[in-house]
């Protein structure tokens, strides 16, 4: 079998066209236009790609954009006070602290400053609670857009069976609590799992966040299977060069599978596509409006 591959690039970019045009209706209709700050504390090179195309994208779609650079000592009373300027600011929809913070800072401490509301990676703990109890909430985006491309595959994913592999607070647990709420039949692996071969190839879906390069091989992958690959891991590609692979080793498994997710154009670009859809769904839940379908979960 020859897996099928998800196209997470066009995927997103038929979400972002979906968001684009509930952006402009907000305008038209009701002068209003989503902002999306994200705030960023240190110089990390890979942070600040990522923040520089979420920028991008975000002020394609119509929405405002708001970027805040800390240096990499910022202590912990400045980052609040950020954080509590953004909650107070009508124009502000979305707050987005990118993740890992410097260690000096509590990163716990500093997610739960941010007004729930406006929290649209979904890690505030009232946002947890409000998934993990089935109530709605700001669903976090990596694990939103793997749920959206495994509906758009399967339809219903009622009583299907799924592994997934890492138990994070911003992709293994949310993903988990997403993948039960459709009826599936869940495991949470993790570095602990006993036989972690022998638990995915009972998967009829399996996604892997783990961060380690090519860890999950084909022979691991129960036939027809669908993957979902959530690593981004850079590797050396000689020559000085490197490369973006995922978690799961993408020729070995794509034989095998039914349907895999590619890495790059898989699921990142769904993540960034799914923080733009959380803004629109907070900026209508902010000003009391419906809030249009097919955005969230
Ligand atoms: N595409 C996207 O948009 C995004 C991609 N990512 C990528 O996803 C990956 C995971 O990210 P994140 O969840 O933040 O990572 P974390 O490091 O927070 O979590 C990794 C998880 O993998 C588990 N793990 C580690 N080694 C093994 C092993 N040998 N066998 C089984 N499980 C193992 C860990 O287990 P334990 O808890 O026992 O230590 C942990 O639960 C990374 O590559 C990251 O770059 C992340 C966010 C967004
Ligand atoms: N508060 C917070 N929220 C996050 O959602 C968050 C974060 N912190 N910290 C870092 C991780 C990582 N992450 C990615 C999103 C998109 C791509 C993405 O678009 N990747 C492209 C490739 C990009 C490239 O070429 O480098 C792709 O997979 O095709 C990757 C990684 C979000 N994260």
């Not at 066009?10 to 066209?17: E, S, Y």
């Not at 649209?120 to 109530?135: M, P």
């Not at 995922?246 to 923080?275: E, K, N, Q, R, W």
Request: proline fraction near 6%; aromatic fraction near 2%; hydrophobic fraction near 45%.
């Amino acid at each position: 079998m020859t897996a099928s591959i998800i196209d997470g690039k066009a995927f997103a970019a038929g979400l972002r066209d979906t968001v684009a045009g509930h952006v402009a209706a907000l305008a038209a209709d009701h002068g209003l236009v989503p902002g999306l700050a994200v705030v960023l504390v240190g110089e990390d090179p890979a942070s600040q790609v990522y923040v520089r195309s979420k920028g991008k994208m975000t002020v394609e779609v119509g929405m405002r954009s708001f970027e805040h650079r800390l240096a990499a000592d910022t202590d912990e009373a400045t980052l609040l006070k950020v954080i509590h300027d953004l909650n107070n600011d009508p124009e502000v929809h979305g707050i987005l602290v990118q993740l890992p913070l410097p260690d000096h800072l509590d990163s716990d401490l500093v997610i739960n400053a941010i007004d729930p509301a406006k929290d649209v990676d979904g890690f505030h703990i009232s946002n947890v609670g409000l998934l993990a109890t089935g109530q709605k909430a700001m669903v976090p985006c990596t694990p939103l857009g793997c749920l959206l491309m495994l509906r758009a595959h399967h339809g219903n994913l009622s009583g299907m069976e799924a592994v997934v592999i890492g138990r994070s607070n911003i992709v293994g647990k949310p993903m988990a609590q997403l993948l039960l709420g459709e009826s599936c039949t869940v495991t949470i692996a993790h570095s602990r799992t006993r036989d972690l071969p022998g638990v995915v190839r009972r998967a009829d879906i399996v996604v892997a966040a783990v961060g380690r390069a090519q860890m999950v091989p084909g022979d691991w992958i129960k036939p027809g299977a669908t993957v979902i690959d959530v690593g981004i891991n850079r590797i050396d590609a000689g020559e000085g060069k490197t490369r973006l692979v995922g978690d799961v080793d993408f020729d070995s498994a794509a034989a095998v599978a039914g349907a895999i997710t590619p890495v790059p154009g898989g699921v990142g670009p769904m993540t960034i596509a799914c923080l733009l859809a959380n803004t629109v769904t907070a900026c209508c839940r902010a000003n009391g409006l419906p809030e249009p379908e097919g955005l969230t979960v």
